[in-house]
């Protein structure tokens, strides 16, 4: 089976700085997914990583380490818009699997001012 | 502009009915793929398909059943056997050219009474 975990729910103060866990436990990998999602919405893509190391975008950064089936998700200069769900996903890469994703069951971020 | 769509926003049906979700994208994309949300839950899926004429069951296919006869159609049909039928779906699709990135439609919310 598959098992993605990552908190249920974090809060913040606007300004400051998150970093959201993700580990993951899958019989095949082939990267992982980041995306936000604001209640009610569609989901929407934030970062991807299939190598180990640091990947940065404006605000949002994200890490991963294979060996340790772990990342995170990195919000800096929080603002009252960053309060969402944030997913962490994992693709598969296995035959006829290939492509799916398999998603935790999300980080509920809440900012205060 | 290329995009998913999915309609409509709102449906309610009574209990016993069966009620088809539509899911339409101009991606080109060889994948699709349906999932169900739950308040406070992550994306569960139901169904996805890779290529036109061939679809696999997901995590929670039971009362669910889906059609795939066109490149950019994979309708979603929720029958009766459903037990618990009220709750978010989202479309979406991807393609190995960009990554498997999956790109959603905005959802449908079906409420049953």
């Known amino acids: 089976g598959q098992n993605i975990d990552q908190p249920t729910e974090m809060t913040a103060t606007e300004g400051a700085i998150v970093q959201i866990n993700c580990t993951y436990q899958t019989s095949g990998f082939n990267g992982l997914f980041w995306y936000q999602q604001h209640a009610g919405e569609a989901p929407t893509f934030l970062s991807y990583n299939v190598l180990d190391g640091l990947e940065e975008k404006g605000r949002f950064s994200s890490f991963l380490s294979r060996s340790k089936g772990y990342s995170y998700l990195l919000l800096k200069e929080l603002q009252m818009k960053d309060s969402a769900s944030y997913l962490c996903a994992v693709l598969a890469d296995r035959g006829s699997t290939l492509g799916r994703l398999y998603f935790g069951r999300g980080t509920q971020l809440t900012v205060w001012p | 502009d290329g995009g998913i769509t999915q309609s409509p926003k709102y449906l309610f049906r009574k209990e016993g009915q069966n009620v088809t979700l539509s899911c339409e994208q101009n991606l080109n994309h060889d994948a699709m793929y349906w999932y169900r949300q739950d308040p406070g839950q992550g994306l569960r899926l139901i169904y996805y398909?890779?290529?036109?004429?061939?679809?696999q069951k997901g995590d929670i296919a039971e009362g669910y059943s889906v059609s795939r006869e066109k490149k950019e159609s994979f309708p979603l049909t929720v029958t009766s056997a459903q037990k618990n039928p009220t709750a978010f779906y989202l479309c979406a699709s991807s393609t190995p050219g960009l990554g498997y990135e999956q790109y959603f439609g905005p959802g449908t919310r079906l409420t049953v009474t």
């Open positions: 398909s890779q290529i036109v004429n061939d679809f």
